[in-house]
Structure formats: structure tokens, C-alpha cells
């Protein structure tokens, strides 16, 4: 007679029966009963039960034990949006790094690359009837072709939400034409980045944002406005800037009334809702490209300095803000500015120019006059209410 030990359950081992003549224990009848009855096969009880003996949601959360389930546990892909509910992940499940600019949404904060993207600064004024090149807004530029004509406005009744002024435009198609800006910074723009404007049109197909690497000659656009008469985001995203002469725009292609604001440029393939500067920081923008001073009342001084001759001075101009490069000078009418005499009285200026180069916070103006100045003596530049004059840098 021969016992073999059983292999299935080995809490208690024991040998059971394999011929006929095998001597026949009670453990044969416990382990049986225990089987049939408990069905029981935890470690020692049994064989473990096979997937396909299991049905369809008899397992729950509760049978699982917490870090039990491996990455090498769940198929590849079987794992979709509809089995994660939205709020439970956290950063912390997110690895360093894992999470690109094309995962971003545009509600997503970041460094807008263009000046006055919220048209609110309007130094040179606030109405603009071309010409070609004009500037209207703080460094957004004209362009005219053909016979198309455009007139531009500061507008602070048909805005979008949030804002305190828009840009109006008045156009008469002929041939395509822009309004647009230069960008100064022509190397920090060569990676990926995104242009985006909101449009108000109730013409279809006849404004669209563009990019170019040279200046407006050759233009990527975004898609036309609707003409659905409401503000939309227009955008052209997910390109590289890679010429000398970076520029963005609007274009427009037919005849109507628009609006436009809240530009942004940002780095990265997605664009960013716009999101304005402090009007502090926004001004600083501007003052780097243009500075303006104007007379309020009859002897406004506005720089003083010494007479080098009988006929020019030299004045210092404190400027608002660094400039970013040597400015020109425009003026109003000559006869609206004057240099104080020996005698104490105002000599009528002829000419006003810059004197030197550009450096620091302040700008040396040459002031001349026909004669009636004393070499040595010092004196001041005069404007009369509303002369003007002022600095400009266009990159």
C-alpha cells in the first residue's frame, strides 16, 4: 500500500489514497466536506480559481486590496477619459514636466509679446483717417494698397466684456489692406507662438489675422470672422518667426465697419486669452517707441538748457521712459515754440532738432532762432497751449 501527499492543500498536509487497498483516513472525508461545503480555496484549500470561472462584476473595489493592481495588470490603451472622474488627478500624479503648450487651454496665463494689445493707449490721438503708413494707436501701424481707404478710431462703446476701449475701423476695400505691428525683438520670437485677436464683423469673410517673417509681404492667415456681427477670437497659432522683420496683422477684404481688440502673441502652439497689463507697465510699453509733450498754456516750459551763440541752445528733455533706440523728433507749427532771452523775453524758434545721439533718460534738443540769444546765458524751450512736440522710435 502506498499514501501520496495531496498538492492542492497544504495547511495541514496529509497523503490520501491512490489504489483501491490504500488504507482510508478521516482527513479524506474532512477535506472533502470542507471543500464542498465552505468552497473555500484561499492558499491551502484548493486549487485558485480560474478567470473564466469568475462572472462579470462579482469583483468589486472591496475585494482588492489598495497597491495590489501593477502597471503590467491593465492591457495597454484600456484605460480612456470615461473611467476617470473629472478633479481626481493630482499634480502629483502628473510626472515633472509631462504636461506641453499644446496641452494648455486658453485660459492659461502667459507673457503677451505685443504692445498696447488692448488698443487703450492713444497718444497721437484718437481719430486717424490713413494715410498709408499712418500710426493710429500706439504702435499699431496703417497699411493702405490700392485705392482702399481706411479711417481708424479710439471707440469705448462697442466693446467686449472687461474692456475700456476697442479700435474701430472704417474701411473702403479696393485692393486688401492692415492694420498691424512690428515686432522689436526679432530673436526672441524665432520658436514656436500664436497670434489671436477678437473681431467684431457683420460682413463674412472679410477680416482675418495673418503672420509674417518679413514685414507683410508674405502672410500666413488664420480663418475669416463668421460676419455674425458679435466679437469672435480670430487666430493663426503654431508658428516660428525666422526673418529680420517680424510683424503681425489684421486684414481686411472687404467693406465695413470692424472692431478689434484684446491682441495677443504669446509663446507656444496654442494661443492664450488676452490678459491685460497693469496700465502702468502698459504706458512703459508705448513710452519706449513714442513720447509726447504738450503745452498746456501759453509759456509751458518744457526743457531747459544754455544758448551756445546767438542763434541756437541747446536744451535737456527729460524723456518718460528709456527709449529703445535713437528717436526722430516731430513738432508742431514753430511759431508754437519759443527760447527765453537775455532780456526775458521769447525768441521765436526756427528749427528744433536732436542734438547727439541718444543716451540715458534724457534727449539733448538743438533749438534754433534768428538771433536775439547770448551765448552762455542760460534758457528755456516755451510752447504755447497746444504745441506739441515729441519723440518717436519706430524699430
Known amino acids: 500500500m502506498a499514501r501520496t501527499s495531496a498538492t492542492n492543500y497544504t495547511a495541514q498536509p496529509f497523503t490520501y489514497a491512490t489504489a483501491g487497498t490504500d488504507i482510508f483516513k478521516k482527513e479524506d472525508v474532512q477535506v472533502l466536506a470542507q471543500a464542498v461545503d465552505q468552497h473555500d480555496h484561499t492558499t491551502g484549500k484548493g486549487l485558485s480559481i480560474p478567470a473564466g470561472a469568475i462572472p462579470n462584476g462579482t469583483i468589486t473595489s472591496a475585494m ?3 497597491g495590489t493592481i501593477t502597471g503590467t495588470d491593465i492591457a495597454t490603451g484600456a484605460i480612456t477619459t470615461t473611467q476617470i472622474a473629472d478633479g481626481t488627478i493630482a499634480t502629483a500624479d502628473l510626472a515633472n514636466a509631462a504636461v506641453t503648450n499644446a496641452k494648455l487651454g486658453t485660459d492659461t496665463a502667459r507673457l503677451n509679446l505685443i504692445t498696447n ?7 497721437r490721438g484718437t481719430s486717424f483717417t ?5 500710426w493710429s494707436a500706439d504702435r499699431w501701424q496703417i497699411n493702405l494698397n490700392g485705392t482702399s481707404a481706411m479711417t481708424v478710431a479710439k471707440d469705448t462703446a ?3 466684456a472687461g474692456s475700456t476701449a476697442s479700435m474701430s475701423v472704417v474701411y473702403t476695400h479696393n485692393v486688401a489692406s492692415n492694420i498691424q505691428q512690428k515686432l ?24 482675418r489675422p495673418w503672420w509674417s517673417n518679413d514685414g507683410g509681404t508674405t502672410k500666413t492667415y488664420g480663418a475669416y470672422h463668421s460676419g455674425g456681427g458679435q466679437y469672435e477670437t480670430l487666430s493663426v497659432t503654431n508658428f516660428t518667426f525666422s526673418g529680420g522683420f517680424p510683424m503681425v496683422g489684421v486684414e481686411f477684404g472687404a467693406s465695413g465697419t470692424f472692431y478689434l481688440d484684446n491682441a495677443m502673441l504669446v509663446v507656444g502652439s496654442v494661443a492664450a486669452d488676452y490678459a491685460p497689463l497693469h496700465p502702468a507697465d502698459d504706458l512703459a510699453r508705448c513710452l519706449r517707441y513714442y513720447q509726447r509733450w504738450t503745452a498746456s498754456i501759453v509759456n509751458s516750459l518744457i526743457a531747459s538748457g544754455q544758448c551756445f551763440s546767438t542763434t541756437q541752445a541747446n536744451v535737456t528733455l527729460p524723456l518718460l521712459a528709456a527709449m529703445g533706440g535713437t528717436p526722430s523728433l516731430t513738432n508742431s507749427a514753430l511759431a508754437n515754440w519759443s527760447l527765453l532771452s537775455a532780456t526775458g523775453t521769447n525768441v521765436a524758434a526756427t528749427a528744433l532738432g536732436i542734438q547727439g545721439g541718444y543716451s540715458g533718460m534724457n534727449m539733448a534738443i538743438a533749438v534754433n532762432t534768428a538771433s536775439g540769444l547770448v551765448a552762455g546765458n542760460a534758457t528755456g524751450l516755451y510752447g504755447v497751449s497746444g504745441g506739441w512736440l515729441a519723440l518717436e522710435f519706430n524699430p
Open 158 to 160: 462697442t466693446l467686449p
Open 64 to 66: 482588492i486590496a489598495d
Open 117 to 123: 494689445g488692448g488698443f487703450e493707449i492713444w497718444q
Open 130 to 134: 490713413g494715410p498709408n503708413g499712418a
Open 184 to 207: 522689436e525683438d526679432t530673436k526672441g520670437v524665432q520658436r514656436p507662438c500664436s497670434f489671436s485677436i477678437l473681431a467684431r464683423s457683420s460682413v463674412a469673410s472679410a477680416v
